[in-house]
Structure formats: structure tokens, C-alpha cells
T-cell receptor, first 112, second 116 residues
Framework: KQEVTQIPAALSVPEGENLVLNCSFT??????LQWFRQDPGKGLTSLLL?????REQTSGRLNASLDKSSGRSTLYIAASQPGDSATYLC???????????FGAGTILRVKS | GAGVSQSPRYKVAKRGQDVALRCDPI?????LFWYQQALGQGPEFLTY????????KSGLPSDRFFAERPEGSVSTLKIQRTQQEDSAVYLC??????????????FGSGTRLTVV
């Protein structure tokens, strides 16, 4: 059974810092990995999707990497801003199914 | 519509009451998913529809949970005889194609169910 773990569970940083969120998964037979953002009381917003054949994806200040063989992904946020404060969720899509398996998330707070 | 719409946004139910949660996916989206998110946890898969066919219901926690999508668009998640452990946010997501690998999902804002 696929399990996804995210570290740290919570993170508080001053504005302007670069930061890294970590995600690990137990079964490397994945089709893709996605990073989502969730604001309080809101649904999930897709940030980056990395196919299993890719090593990284970039969007603006966000960069996500994937090491499928070791079961790890990182989300790098450059020059953090208070508006980045949210919960960040990592999810993997297995090779043989349509269901996403999520981690519990990292709660990020960027202080101004 | 422009996004995935869920209603109601909030629902308080007395233990033992039946509830129905609605999801309006993006028009034309083939795939529809229901997830359950407990407080402080990531979403967990409940069930998957491709058009009107329920292809996977392996995540439904008990036979009190029932989902339908009779015309391949709007979906309803029904919970009978609600219990306190059913309290969670119920998220709906849709995707344009059956295989979501390249297109990803669009999630709704969810329905927060509180059973008292």
C-alpha cells in the first residue's frame, strides 16, 4: 500500500527566505507526482505536476524535483512571501490506478 | 461552469441523520472523484466515476456511504445514519479525460460536514 510522508509538518519562516518542503513515498511505481496548495476553507490548487519520467518542473518561484527510484520529491520556494502561507500537499498517482495518495501536508507560515 | 462547485459549503448533522452532498463538475469532464479529508490530514480517496459508471468505490469506508452520477455530470455523495467519525471535509474533483496523468484534477472547495 502506497504511503506518502511530508516533512516538516509545519514551518514558519521570515519573508524572503528560500525554503524546501520534503515528500517521500514508499512505492516507486508511480505515474506522476503533484504538489497542491490548500488555503483555509478552500479546495486544492494544483501547483506542479511531474511525470515519472521527468526530474523536475518549474513555475515562477516554485521548483519541484522528483527522484522516483529513491521515492522522494522536494518543493523549493524561492524568496518566500506572506501570500505563500498555506498548506502544501504532495500526492502520487500510482501506475495502475486513478486515485491520488496524499501526504498529510506541510503548514507553511511566512511572516512579514 | 468555470470550476467544480460543491454544495452545501457547510453541513451540521445530528448523529443518525442522513446527508446528501452535491458536486457539479466542470462541464464535459469525464472523470469525477470524491475524497474525504479529516482535520489535519491529507485527502483520502473514496470513489471514482468515469461518466456515469462508478469504476472504483474501494475507498468508501462503510456501506453507509453511497455515491451516484446518474447522467454522467452532477454527482451526489450520500451518507446514511451519520456518525461522529464522518465529520470531515468532502472534496470533489473532476478531470477532462479518463486518464488523469497529463491533465491533472480540478478540485472543488469542499463540503465541511460536522456530525454532532
Amino acid at each position: 500500500k502506497q504511503e506518502v510522508t511530508q516533512i516538516p509538518a509545519a514551518l514558519s519562516v521570515p519573508e524572503g527566505e528560500n525554503l524546501v518542503l520534503n515528500c517521500s513515498f514508499t512505492d516507486s511505481a508511480i505515474y506522476n507526482l503533484q504538489w497542491f496548495r490548500q488555503d483555509p476553507g478552500k479546495g486544492l490548487t494544483s501547483l506542479l505536476l511531474i511525470q515519472s519520467s521527468q526530474r523536475e518542473q518549474t513555475s515562477g518561484r516554485l521548483n519541484a524535483s522528483l527522484d522516483k527510484s529513491s521515492g522522494r520529491s522536494t518543493l523549493y520556494i524561492a524568496a518566500s512571501q506572506p501570500g505563500d502561507s498555506a498548506t502544501y500537499l504532495c500526492a502520487v498517482l500510482g501506475e495502475y490506478g486513478n486515485k491520488l495518495v496524499f501526504g498529510a501536508g506541510t503548514i507553511l507560515r511566512v511572516k512579514s | 461552469g468555470a470550476g467544480v462547485s460543491q454544495s452545501p459549503r457547510y453541513k451540521v448533522a445530528k448523529r443518525g441523520q442522513d446527508v446528501a452532498l452535491r458536486c457539479d463538475p466542470i462541464s464535459g469532464h469525464v472523470s469525477l472523484f470524491w475524497y474525504q479529508q479529516a482535520l489535519g490530514q491529507g485527502p483520502e480517496f473514496l470513489t471514482y466515476f468515469q461518466n456515469e459508471a462508478q469504476l472504483d468505490k474501494s475507498g468508501l469506508p462503510s456501506d453507509r456511504f453511497f455515491a451516484e452520477r446518474p447522467e454522467g455530470s452532477v454527482s451526489t455523495l450520500k451518507i446514511q445514519r451519520t456518525q461522529q467519525e464522518d465529520s470531515a471535509v468532502y472534496l470533489c474533483a473532476s478531470s477532462l479525460v479518463p486518464w488523469t496523468a497529463n491533465y491533472g484534477y480540478t478540485f472543488g472547495s469542499g463540503t465541511r460536514l460536522t456530525v454532532v
